[in-house]
């Protein structure tokens, strides 16, 4: 809260790549301010001429081909909701200190986004028996920042597998019913429903589809955590969001009156089903209480919020939210060393002081 540089009413993360956070407690709305929506990239935005830009669809289809903006925009579009969070949102709180964007709260947004259905576009291709992934390839490229990663440039990209891809993957051309922004990934980003924000690759210029899994940058070497079955740990891209609760107010190192009335409000959201509870202890986690839930939407947040009546002695207070969806997962108490810097929905209690 304290030294940050805000530019254009956003948390500066990192000016080259651009990184951009929202100050969390602006949340004021269901579906976030495009001006107040974090913006995450690895490379510097891409030029893009939108006359001469193309999409091409290839791999494992009976015919590639390619398509114009004016012609995408012809087809039928969906407008749908969906939130972005980023894998390493809220990192800045991991114990000891980890490289990467060190994010606050705010690398988390929830808008409008219209476009035409990935499905469409690979049943004008015609899908191969064969196919078992999609790879959705961006326009941006820059050097790897693990040591280990290929030398010279990378092109961001990602796979989805070919059920995503044709279930509720958008090729999305417009922001809360604006076009794109260039931060945003102008003309057209990928959405992808349900997953971390690393999936939907912005700036898109290439759809390719793959026999086979498909193993790039952004997906091993970085974007991936160790997941363990029976046997071994083994190494698995990011996908589905976990089930989280932040709190938007009070703001940690907050001091709030004795006696009176605090509203205390945030946001939840998880990765498949919906959020059915959330509670807030105000005694660091000895007790807790239901919260009121706003309106519930698929792959939106649902926010909360909760009438507190402050104590009649001063004191340090600490709050924690949790949230429960509708499969019954619950926020963990710590972070599991084996998601790395990502994937970080423990709760988290903050402190504020009564006087
Ligand atoms: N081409 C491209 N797509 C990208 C990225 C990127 O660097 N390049 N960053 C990804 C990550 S890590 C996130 S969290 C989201 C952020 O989307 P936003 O900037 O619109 O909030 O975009 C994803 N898509
Ligand atoms: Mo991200």
């Known amino acids: 809260m304290k030294d940050r540089q805000l530019r254009a009413g956003k948390i500066l993360r990192s ?15 269901f579906i976030t301010p495009t001006g107040l929506f974090f913006v995450r990239m690895h490379h510097a935005i891409p030029k893009i001429d939108k006359s001469k830009w193309r999409l091409r669809v290839d791999g494992e289809v009976e015919s590639a081909f390619e398509i114009t903006f004016d012609e995408l925009i012809e087809i039928e579009s969906k407008k749908v909701l969906a939130l972005l969070e980023c894998a390493g949102n809220t990192r800045s709180v991991l114990e000891p200190k980890v490289a990467g964007v060190q994010w606050g709260l705010g690398a988390v947004g929830n808008a409008h986004w219209t476009g035409v259905p990935l499905s469409t576009l690979l049943e004008r291709a015609g899908v191969k ?181 402050t104590p009649t002695t001063a004191g340090k207070r600490t709050l924690i939210a949790r949230a429960t969806d509708s499969s019954g997962r619950i926020q963990p108490a710590r972070h599991d060393p084996d998601r790395g810097s990502y994937m970080i929905n423990q709760l988290l209690p903050i402190d504020v002081q009564v006087r």
């Open 15 to 29: 000016a080259e790549p651009l990184n951009l956070e929202m100050p969390f407690e602006k949340l004021g709305s």
């Open 129 to 309: 028996q064969t196919a078992r992934e999609v790879v959705l390839e961006g326009a941006d490229e820059g050097p790897a920042e693990d040591v280990r990663g290929p030398r010279g440039n990378v092109r961001f990209a990602r796979s989805v597998p070919l059920a995503k891809a044709r279930e509720d993957v958008l090729l999305a051309y417009k922001m809360n019913d604006v076009d794109l922004p260039g931060e945003h990934g102008f003309p057209v980003r990928a959405i992808v429903p349900g997953w971390y924000g690393v999936a939907s690759v912005k700036w898109l210029q290439r759809i390719t589809v793959i026999d086979r899994p498909f193993y790039g940058y952004y997906q091993t070497m970085d974007y991936a955590f160790w997941k363990r079955g029976n046997g071994q740990p083994e190494l698995e891209a990011l996908r589905e969001m976990q089930i989280k609760a932040e709190i938007a107010q009070p703001t940690d190192g907050e001091v709030l009156p004795v006696n009176s009335k605090v509203r205390v409000h945030g946001a939840a959201w998880t990765g498949e089903g919906e959020v059915t509870k959330v509670e807030l202890s105000l005694d660091g986690g000895a007790t807790w209480n239901e919260t009121k839930l706003g309106e519930t939407e698929p792959n939106a947040w649902r926010l909360w919020e909760f009438d507190w009546r």
